[in-house]
């Protein structure tokens, strides 16, 4: 952290100068959890932000001395980093702004030279402009569609944890094979319209590997761990005939260990089988077609797939905390990483060859659930970052602030505030780069996404910044250029086609959830949290609650809708010491919470067969009347936890907990907590009678809002 201002104990809050440096850094030096109340942050969050951009702020005259030199880099220069065109609306502030007589010469995405913005293509292009003076000034100039793909159509899906989703042919967590299964039967039998995943990032190998799908090594290539590995093209021509079947035959214990013995998903024992049999896979030559293929994706990805497929390699050596690595390896470019690269290059392609074969698998299961009917297909989770030790953090370290991390400051639900460990991109860097790290990102990403889920999507316009060593409640609030950051979202996703979802549960900042629906960014809605907080603080009548937006009825940080209705929710809590009021309280607030809600659904006719006893006496019925709510709303996405199917009362994740319960390591259970395998889901009748709900997204007795009825043909003349 930067020197405090002098000797003795510096301000708790800025100064003017401080305050002024820090906001034309994009740093907050306030912020507002609720419309009638603002919070000054610290002075020292805000001398750490400043820090970590690389401005010294540790003094008054470090202060002036940097206040000066950006209000004179700002004053001088012609253009900023990066500016935004969209489609269809006037060209850039920042060109009227410019001298007159200024000229201005364009580099488009393609390579062709152009005099002027006028008529520009989409794309990210790059603009010089040439002032009389003698002044230059380049940007990247971002030309994006005014809006994002909308769905097509209305339809509901089903939301699950893959790991979760064990079949009787995976080894002992779920994964692409049981997806592309998933799929096609939900598809073709549900009709459902996608279907939703948590993260399939690369994980940080580790013993244990944090079983976080939040915290990954990388969110640019996909998790190995994932593939089905007897639906690689080389499998069937293995030598080791004897090795393979031993592997194979240790799978299906381990499988039988979770599915039928109740135990834990075990991610590494799993990885430990996988990664023997693709040692075996892989050391099959690969054909002529499939070796061009493999060397058009290492092609088409470039240096950041060696980088990637690099760390893995001196992973493996060195452990994963690249910290620790000898001196000269810690940096990506250095002659030391080059000789390390070509010394391991077998290694190096094996990882390689690892993000290729996964990559392939997650476009067959998207072309699966397309080839079922499914208008969106599989709608895949981005994380709002990465694990300070994995491969994005020592690949891209001129891009990450060093130094601190992202969370959350203190609200309602967390009077501590967060921090999740993460560290944070610099909106100076990929500014200046035209955001090609992120750019990158989501075009990887869309390759095999019908739909991609933005955790945390607020983290566009801003994150909480938590210096290294302080708690959450002393961090701040630093901007990016939301502008040019749904630009590229916009760009991205109308190439691939995409429809985005972003997750703004929470605290939201004035304004953002409209920039969101404006773009065409959906947002999420789930049913326990959609009151009138305005108002008499009732639960929010089916008609008020907002179109753009995927509406469910939980998620997989939050209750399964069982445990909401039964208090099962608290009682666990309870178990595990996580209450913060006497649990007697806790149990009347969640039976009111649930019975009010219910009365609700009776009200309007949904309950079939209302139940005499408290909520939770007809479970199965009042699940499928909440969704009976759910079609009622006129979201454009309806989405099913797949665990309320059957009647699971376990939270995937519970937050505020690590070794006090198994977060991310719990197959889909029944009631009793009976793990049930994708074979017998498909063939539930509990979880067909929920789905037979949600068949058709507009009920028979209302008009679907996405798709009015033709208005009536005019009178003949």
């Known amino acids: 952290m930067a020197a405090a201002y002098d000797d003795t104990e510096p301000p708790r809050t800025a100064g003017p100068e401080l305050s002024r440096l820090a906001e034309l850094h994009g740093v907050a030096g306030s912020y507002s959890p609720a419309p009638d109340r603002t919070v000054a942050v610290p002075a020292s969050a805000v001398v750490a932000a400043l820090a970590a951009l690389g401005v010294d702020a540790g003094t008054p005259d470090a202060v002036h001395a940097a206040l000066t030199e950006r209000e004179r880099e700002l004053r001088e220069r012609l253009l900023p980093p990066t500016l935004v065109q969209w489609a269809g609306t006037e060209p850039p502030a920042a060109l009227a702004a410019l001298p007159v007589g200024t000229r201005l010469r364009v580099e488009t995405e393609e390579g062709e030279e152009r005099d002027g913005t006028a008529g520009l293509p989409l794309g990210v292009h790059r603009l010089t402009a040439l002032a009389p003076d003698g002044r230059t000034g380049h940007a990247h100039l971002v030309v994006a569609p005014d809006r994002l793909p909308a769905p097509p159509g209305r339809s509901y899906g089903l939301l699950v944890q893959l790991y979760s989703l064990l079949s009787r042919r995976s080894w002992g967590m779920g994964d692409l094979g049981d997806l592309a299964e998933l799929a096609g039967w939900a598809g073709r039998t549900a009709g459902a319209g996608f279907i939703q995943v948590n993260p399939l990032h690369a994980a940080v190998p580790g013993a244990p590997t944090d079983p976080s799908p939040y915290r990954p090594s990388s969110r640019r290539f996909p998790d190995p761990v994932h593939l089905r590995i007897e639906e690689i093209g080389e499998f069937g021509y293995v030598a080791d005939r004897e090795r393979l079947n031993s592997l194979l035959e240790r799978a299906e214990r381990l499988r039988a260990t979770v599915l039928d013995k109740g135990a834990l998903i075990d991610r590494d024992a799993v990885w430990e089988l996988k990664r023997e049999a693709l040692e075996l896979v892989l050391a099959v030559p690969l054909g002529p077609g499939r070796q061009a293929a493999y060397d058009d994706f290492r092609a088409s990805h470039g240096q950041a797939l060696d980088d990637h497929a690099t760390w893995y390699a001196l992973a493996e050596i060195h452990g994963s905390d690249w910290h620790r690595w000898p001196d000269g390896l810690r940096d990506p470019r250095s002659a030391e990483t080059a000789r390390a690269r070509a010394e391991l290059a077998d290694r190096v392609d094996f990882h390689a060859r690892l993000a290729w074969l996964t990559d392939g698998q997650l476009r067959a299961a998207q072309r699966a659930a397309r080839e079922a009917g499914m208008p969106v297909g599989i709608v895949h989770d981005l994380a709002v970052g990465v694990h300070p030790v994995g491969a994005d953090a020592w690949a891209q370290q001129d891009v990450f602030a060093a130094g601190t991390s992202v969370g959350a400051p203190p609200d309602a639900f967390n009077a501590r505030g967060q921090d999740w460990g993460l560290p944070p991109w610099r909106p100076d860097r990929l500014a200046a780069c035209g955001h090609a790290p992120y750019r990158d990102l989501l075009r990887a990403l869309f390759r095999y996404a019908g739909a ?42 109308t190439r691939a086609g995409a429809v985005v979802i972003g997750e703004d549960l929470g605290t939201v900042e004035p304004g953002v959830r409209e920039r969101l629906q404006r773009r065409g960014v959906l947002g999420t809605s789930v049913l326990w949290f959609e009151r009138d907080w305005e108002g008499d603080g009732h639960p929010l009548p089916p008609e008020r609650w907002r179109a753009d937006c995927l509406a469910t009825a939980t998620t997989h940080d939050l209750p399964p809708t069982a445990a909401r209705l039964t208090g099962d929710h608290v009682e666990l809590r309870d178990r595990l010491g996580l209450l913060t009021r006497l649990a007697s309280e806790e149990r009347a607030e969640a039976t009111a919470d649930a019975a009010e809600w219910l009365a609700l659904l009776g009200s309007l006719g949904l309950l079939d067969s209302p139940a005499a006893g408290p909520p939770g006496s007809d479970e199965e019925e009042e699940i499928r009347a909440v969704h009976r709510f759910l079609l009622r709303t006129p979201a454009r996405l309806l989405g099913v936890w797949l665990p309320d199917g059957v009647g699971d009362r376990r939270p995937q994740n519970l937050p505020g907990t690590w070794d006090q319960y198994p977060n991310w390591r719990l197959p889909i259970a029944d009631r009793e907590g009976r793990p049930v395998p994708l074979e017998e889901l498909a063939a539930s009748g509990r979880l067909r009678a929920l789905l037979e709900v949600l068949r058709h997204p507009a009920p028979p007795d209302l008009p679907d809002p996405l798709n009015p009825p033709d208005p009536p043909a005019p009178p003949e003349a």
């Not at 910044?465 to 250029?481: A, L, N």
Request: hydrophobic share 50%; proline share 7%; no cysteine.
């Open 452 to 493: 991609l889920r933005i955790d945390h999507v607020m983290g566009l316009f801003r994150l909480w910044w938590v210096p290294q060593g302080s708690p959450p409640t002393e961090g701040t609030y630093v901007r990016y250029d939301a502008d040019a950051m749904l630009a590229l979202l916009a760009l991205e996703a």
